[in-house]
C-alpha cells in the first residue's frame, strides 16, 4: 500500500481527495493546507508520495517542493493544479517536481500517477 500525504488549501478537497485513495488503497498519511505543512508533514512522516497543490497564499507549492527538495532531492512530489501556462510547468521543472496533476482530473489517473511515481517513474521532463 502506497503510502501519501495530501496537501491543499481547500479543506473540502482535501478531504474528498483523501477518501478517494482510501478507496483506491492508498494510505494518506497526513494532511496538510499549506506548502509549510507539505514541508513539516514530509519531514515527520517521511511518505513515499506528497500529493501538493501549487496555488496557495502565504506558503504555496513552489514552497512546498523547493523546501522538501533540500530536505530530501529523492522525494516523490506530484503537483497538483488548475494552472495551465507555461510559466508555472517551467518553475515546476526547474524545481524538479515528480508529475503535474492538471485540475479537473480523473480519480483513476491521480491513482495512475500515483502508482508510477511511487515506482520512481518521473513523468515530467527537468529542464
Known sequence: ???????????????????????KDIQVLGKGFSGKDAVTLYKELKPEVVLLDVMMPDYDGFYGLRNIREFDPQAKVIMVTADLTSDTEKKLQELNASAILYKPYEIDSVVSTIDRVSKGEMLLETI
Do not use: A, Q, S
Open 1 to 23: 500500500m502506497t503510502k501519501v500525504i495530501v496537501v491543499d488549501d481547500d479543506r473540502d478537497t482535501v478531504e474528498v481527495f483523501c477518501e478517494y485513495l482510501g478507496i
